[in-house]
Every structure is written in structure tokens, then in C-alpha cells.
């Protein structure tokens, strides 16, 4: 199964199908009682870390819901660590773009060169199990070790991040229906892109040389 098929199937399999209806049931509890930004970010990431780290193991279905025995530790560690690869990774296209005013072939150019650094600045981050794995000295020669399969992997993220957006336009104007649907549609497209990301690894730890 090639990388596309097996990421998309992937929600589907194992303990996924729970957790896309968990993430669409908790979508809609959190948006009403209000609390939606941090919960529901802190724990799709925990889970995202989750499936990472099992797929580059090897394991072929999703696995169990993640461990929140610890609030800090198992929730807002992830988001935290998941917050500031993200600022860091496109901080150059942001300060350009505040300083400059212009949003023009530099700013793309910043803004590409971040799509690409973000994931396999995150993929260090938690194989590695600290938040200096995001050094350019590690992720950079990762990028080119993991060759066409990493830039498969990236332009495959970039597509169903796009399309996530587009659906999130379309059902903004509807409440408990659209959210349910959106929960829905988020938990998939982070199970399949966490999916992504590990099975990165798990096809190029030898080249990548980081354990």
C-alpha cells in the first residue's frame, strides 16, 4: 500500500473509527461549553503525537485513545511543543511580512520554505522526544535524506490541509450540524497526515539516522 492509500485508509482502521466519532461528538460539547481552543487543540494534539509515534514502530492501525491521566504532561506538553515548532517554522515569513508590508515572490518564497521545514521539524520533535530536535542541523539534512518520499509526504499534507479549509468555509454558517461534521472531518485529517508523518520515518529511520 502506497503512502497516499494507506494515510487515507488509516482512520478507518483499528481503534480510528472511534476516534473520528470522538472527535466529532467532543468538537460539538466543546464549541458549546466554550472551552473548543485549548481542549480540543491539546488533545487532537496528543493523539497526533500518539499516531506518530506508533506508525514509526510500525504499527498498522490506529492505535488507543491517548493517556490524559496527566493534564500537563499528556495534553498541553504536545500543544505546547506543537505551538512553538510552528511559530519558529514560519516566524522568517511572518517578520517579512510585518516589516516589509509585502506579500510578494519573498514572502512566498519564506512561506514554502516553512510548509516544508514544518514537518519534518515536528516528526524530529517527537521521535526525538525534545524540542531542540527542530534544529536546522538535524531537520535540513533529514529533508534531503528522506528525498522524494518526504516531498511526496509534504505535497500530500498540503492537499488535505487545503481541503480541510475548504470545507470549514463551507459549513461555517451551520451550528451543531456543520460542527458535528467539521469534528468529524479534523479528527480525519489529522489522523491521516500523523499517519503520514510516521510512516515517513518508518521508511527512511536508516537513512534519517536519528536513533
Keep these: 500500500m502506497n503512502l497516499v492509500s494507506d494515510a487515507l485508509t488509516y482512520p478507518l482502521r483499528g481503534s480510528g473509527k472511534y476516534m473520528l466519532l470522538w472527535g466529532a461528538v467532543l468538537s460539538v460539547i466543546a464549541s458549546i461549553a466554550g472551552f473548543a481552543p485549548l481542549f480540543i487543540s491539546a488533545y487532537f494534539c496528543a493523539t497526533y503525537f500518539t499516531i506518530v509515534e506508533t506508525t514509526a514502530v510500525g504499527q ?10 496527566n493534564i500537563l504532561e499528556d495534553l498541553l506538553w504536545p500543544l505546547f511543543k506543537v505551538m512553538i ?6 516566524l522568517p515569513h511572518l517578520a517579512y511580512l510585518i516589516t516589509t508590508g509585502n506579500n510578494d515572490a519573498i514572502a512566498t518564497f519564506l512561506l514554502v520554505l516553512g510548509l516544508i521545514y514544518f514537518p519534518m521539524a515536528i516528526l524530529a520533535v ?11 542541523m538535524i531537520v535540513i539534512p533529514s529533508i534531503f535524506r528522506a528525498g522524494g518520499f518526504y516531498l511526496l509526504a509534504v505535497i500530500f499534507l498540503g492537499l488535505i490541509y487545503f481541503l480541510q479549509a475548504t470545507v470549514a468555509e463551507a459549513l461555517g454558517g451551520y451550528f451543531i450540524i456543520g460542527g458535528l461534521v467539521m469534528g468529524l472531518f479534523v479528527m480525519y485529517v489529522m489522523m491521516a497526515s500523523a499517519r503520514t508523518l ?10 534519517l539516522g536519528w536513533l
Design 60 to 69: 498498522s492501525e490506529a492505535p488507543q485513545f491517548p493517556d490524559v491521566s
Design 85 to 90: 515548532v510552528f511559530i519558529l517554522c514560519y
Design 198 to 207: 510516521g510512516k515517513v520515518y518508518q521508511d527512511r529511520n536508516e537513512a
Design 126 to 136: 517527537i521521535v526525538l522526544g525534545y524540542l531542540g530536535a527542530m534544529n536546522p
